[in-house]
């Protein structure tokens, strides 16, 4: 069983960043790929960005690409994402979640473990 626990979240102006972090529980972190998600009110739950078990591969939503980094931390059990240039469009509850395998995929089905969420607000 793995649990995720995000925090970071908060209120910015249009222009500013936040990193968001995801401290797993558990001794497989390492061993499993991971991914970020977001869900705007009313709108379905979005990919954001997923990287390896490794670190080494990371892969993005265009919507997010050159504006957001993942990164992991394996000996903290932690992954992060940086997300700079933020806009008013990227208000929502973010997600963070863990895959059952090394491989990362921006497949929602493939996560098995998710994290209660954080908000991000972003004011115009």
């Known amino acids: 069983q793995v649990q995720l626990m995000e925090s970071g979240g908060g209120l910015v102006q249009a222009g500013g960043s936040l990193r968001l972090s995801c401290a797993a529980s558990?001794?497989?972190?390492?061993?499993?790929?991971m991914g970020w998600f977001r869900q705007a009110p009313g709108k379905d739950r979005e990919f954001l960005a997923t990287i390896s078990c490794g670190g080494v591969r990371a892969e993005y939503a265009g919507s997010v690409k050159g504006r957001f980094t993942i990164s992991r931390d394996n000996a903290k059990n932690t992954v992060y994402l940086q997300m700079n240039s933020l806009k008013p469009e990227d208000t929502a509850v973010y997600y963070c979640a863990a895959r059952g395998a090394c491989s990362p995929t921006y497949y929602e089905s493939e996560y098995s473990y998710w994290g209660q969420g954080t908000q991000v607000t972003v004011s115009s």
């Open positions: 558990g001794r497989t972190f390492s061993n499993r790929a």
